[in-house]
């Protein structure tokens, strides 16, 4: 997934800006004919994204009445045979052995969950438009105040390998006879079925590994709406705060790849859109070069909720919650 603005990208724009400078050198710094319109241009970096992959399959559950394993079920049903039961189901055809029916529990060789994946910091640009509505005094200072509207872009990708080793289990029920369904197949304890011996199953351990490669990739467009207040420090040089809400729209894909030393390989990818709501606030200091074109560097705090990409067995998440970023770029007023 390629990002739509790259840092090579904003390092252009800013030099384009820059171009402008002579243009403008002849211009004073009364503003008084300016409509209080503005846009700024800048790159920004940032970093506090986290993520984390959860083992979200159950253990297999091995109890007299109920039974669960990895890829099916046996359980007793509502005949109340101490033998057989209806009450059983699979879900592939490789299962079928001659006359058994095999089951897993792969529990103990299966990579668990793996937390604290980083990708810092994260490049990326914004751009924010605004108006000033009203000027007042502060002191011996004229403060501005006005709304904005702000977008901004940034790529997360992060890249984990595990491995994991145990024995896995087998449990082998007879069929006597017995065609099973076609799988997927899932009895129920009241409703007639074929028939299963459930009470004596043999029970094979055997020894394995596992391996899982995992790709997380996210683009991250963040809008942001509020106020500002703008106070000058000097005659070119202004402090400016922005608070408001802001919300990302995450577009994410997950490649998960499981390598089983006694099944094999499969290789899935899910994909998730999302809006995070939130909120953020930015410092700014702002260096006027002339009455319409400024140089400006700031950090900001941002706060918004996660997101997460459902796979069979998996969850990836994505933790937003409080990330820190850098701006810098330039200011133009019209």
């Known amino acids: 997934m390629n990002s739509l603005l790259s840092p090579r990208t904003v390092a252009l724009v800013l030099g384009l800006a820059a171009t402008a400078v002579p243009v403008f050198a002849a211009d004073n710094l009364d503003d008084d004919d300016q409509s209080g319109w503005f846009v700024r241009l800048g790159g920004r970096i940032s970093s506090g994204v986290k993520a984390e992959l959860r083992n979200t399959?159950?253990?297999?559950?091995?109890?007299p009445g109920l039974s669960v394993y990895d890829d099916g079920f046996v359980g007793k049903d509502s005949g109340g045979?101490?033998?057989l039961t209806q009450n059983w189901g699979y879900q592939s055809a490789s299962q079928v052995n001659g006359d058994t029916l095999t089951f897993r529990d792969a529990s103990a060789m299966r990579v668990g969950d793996r937390n604290g994946l980083k990708?810092?910091?994260?490049?990326?640009?914004?751009?924010?438009?605004?108006?000033?509505?009203?000027?007042?005094?502060?002191?011996h200072r004229e403060a501005r105040f006005g709304f904005e509207l702000g977008y901004s872009l940034s790529e997360f990708s992060v890249s984990d390998h595990a491995t994991a080793s145990g024995n896995s289990l087998y449990y082998d029920y007879p069929l006597n006879g017995v065609t099973p369904p076609l799988p997927p197949y899932s009895g129920t304890p009241d409703k007639p079925g074929p028939l299963l011996t459930y009470n004596s199953p043999v029970i094979r351990s055997v020894a394995g590994t596992s391996a899982l490669d995992t790709k997380l990739q996210s683009d991250f467009q963040t809008l942001r709406i509020g106020p500002?207040?703008?106070?000058?420090?000097?005659?070119?040089?202004n402090l400016a705060l922005s608070v408001g809400y802001c919300t990302v729209y995450s577009?994410?894909?997950?490649?998960?790849?499981?390598?089983?030393?006694?099944s094999g390989t499969s290789t899935g990818k899910y994909l998730r859109t999302h809006w995070s709501p939130g909120g953020y606030a930015q410092l700014r200091a702002t260096y006027r070069l002339t009455k319409h074109l400024g140089v400006y560097v700031g950090g900001?705090?941002?706060?918004n909720t996660g997101v997460t990409v459902d796979a069979p067995g998996r969850q990836a998440k994505l933790d937003f919650g409080s990330t820190y970023g850098a701006v810098a770029g330039v200011s133009i007023g019209f």
């Open 251 to 262: 577009s994410s894909e997950l490649t998960l790849t499981e390598t089983d030393s006694l």
């Open 81 to 83: 045979s101490p033998t």
């Open 300 to 303: 900001d705090f941002q706060y």
């Open 57 to 63: 399959r159950p253990a297999a559950s091995v109890t």
């Open 119 to 139: 990708d810092d910091p994260q490049f990326g640009g914004e751009i924010v438009g605004g108006f000033e509505f009203v000027r007042f005094d502060i002191g």
């Open 228 to 237: 500002w207040i703008e106070v000058p420090l000097s005659g070119r040089v």
